[in-house]
């Protein structure tokens, strides 16, 4: 597949969208949003009276504006404006419905069809990146570099990425699990044709491996759920049943995840109490993470793009700053050296706050920066097509790290 390809990995049940992310899973019940109306907007700080303010608009829109008001909706924005007004993307509020998604996003657990998609950027169409492993998609034999022309009958196109998830994991179906979609695919110049899934519980397996060859084992992570660490232990031993002595990590296109469970993979290859990363926070408070839990000595390279963000990157410059690799090699990473607190609020909601900044072992802080690999590989023509979808023939940067190893 060629086509330029934009990624938003949709990782909300069946589509997984990335969103480059980072968190510490520190779920903390404070109190709900201050009432924006009436005398609360005393306890806020600064020259503005915030209650008083927020009271002001709403009274004139109670009064004058010829619509309806839908009074949740208009707190929730206002929420959401707070949050939004810091300029960091990464600090959010999220509605009830929104942050229980969210949330589910941590475990790995969905209901859907198990399908990562994204959108071309040339040809404006919506391709499947990644069926995942064991899911209806897979099952169904869907394929990476399909293009969904319609689901249930309505066309999608690539504006509609959003939408397309939404239908295909049955978002406005109250009780999803078990019904069924149907998709009609495009598969290399081919006539369209339906393929039917039935919705399940599907669990999102983010590592897998294989071997390839003269002891050389291949793992891939595409991001970091809270069991990501579990998997990983399970594959490395099967590679090392299968004889492997040396190790590539992929980590591109891995957009993130949960912070922790990226310490606990780092462990997995790193000395016992090996620091793995340091944050610290706007009062310059330093915390430190170790490593535990090695079970993998096996000589190491690391593959990197530009899609390589947040924990990835966590990753790679803790097993670069413990001196853990022959090399890296790819493209220069994302650069998102930041982390996020995730806080639950009484009604429901919740929000993601931008609380620290991380630094590698030597010191590091790759924000707005990120990791350049040790020897640059460019994919040439596939530049832009998702890593997962190429074939080894097409694979020049997982071809460069075997012949390193060779």
């Known amino acids: 597949m060629s086509q330029k390809t934009k990624i ?48 002001e608009v709403k009274a004139y829109l109670d009064n004058f504006y010829m619509g309806e008001i839908d009074e949740e909706e208009l707190f929730y924005q206002a929420a959401k404006g707070m ?9 959010q509020y999220y509605t009830p419905e929104e942050f229980s998604e969210y949330m589910d996003q941590t475990t790995g657990e969905y209901v859907g069809v198990g399908l990562v998609i994204s959108a071309t950027t040339d040809t404006n169409e919506i391709v499947v990146v990644l069926p995942y492993e064991g899911a209806p998609g897979a099952k169904a034999g869907v394929l990476p570099g399909d293009i969904i022309t319609a689901v249930d009958g309505v066309a999608v196109n690539g504006d509609m990425l959003d939408e397309t998830a939404d239908m295909m994991r049955g978002k406005n179906i109250e009780k999803p699990k078990g019904t069924q979609v149907t998709l009609t695919l495009v598969r290399s110049g081919s006539e369209p044709f339906d393929v039917v899934l039935t919705r399940e519980q599907v669990h999102l397996k983010t590592v897998s491996s294989k071997m390839l060859e003269n002891g050389i084992g291949y793992v891939r992570i595409i991001s970091f759920d809270s069991d990501t660490d579990e998997e990983l232990d399970a594959e ?5 049943n299968s004889g492997m002595k040396k190790l590539v990590l992929d980590l591109r296109d891995n957009g993130g995840g949960d912070f922790n469970t990226a310490i ?5 290859f790193l000395d016992e109490e090996s620091l793995v990363v340091y944050t610290q926070n706007k009062n310059g408070k330093r915390q430190d993470f170790y490593a535990s839990g090695k079970i993998c000595d096996s000589e190491m390279i690391v593959l990197i793009n530009g899609g390589s963000a947040s924990a990835s990157e966590v990753l790679t410059g803790a097993l670069s700053g413990n001196g853990r690799l022959k090399n890296i090699v790819g493209t220069k990473s994302y650069g998102k050296g930041i982390t996020q607190n995730i806080f639950q609020l009484r009604n429901g909601g919740g929000m993601s706050i931008t609380v620290d900044k991380y630094y590698t072992p030597t010191g590091e802080c790759i924000h ?18 998702p890593s997962t979808t190429l074939s080894y023939e097409q694979d020049l940067q997982l071809q460069k790290a075997v012949e390193l190893f060779r």
């Open 8 to 55: 938003t990995l949709t990782a909300i049940i069946s589509i997984v969208v990335t969103f480059v992310f980072t968190v510490t899973m520190c779920i903390v019940l404070s109190g709900p949003i201050r009432s924006f109306l009436g005398a609360a907007g005393s306890e806020l700080s600064g020259s503005v009276n915030g209650g008083a303010l927020l009271g």
């Open 83 to 91: 949050a939004a007004s810091t300029g960091d993307v990464y600090t």
């Open 236 to 240: 490395l031993n099967s590679l090392f």
């Open 264 to 268: 606990r993979c780092a462990g997995k």
């Open 368 to 385: 707005e920066k990120g990791i350049e690999p040790d020897i640059l590989v460019s994919l040439g023509e596939n530049d832009k097509v």
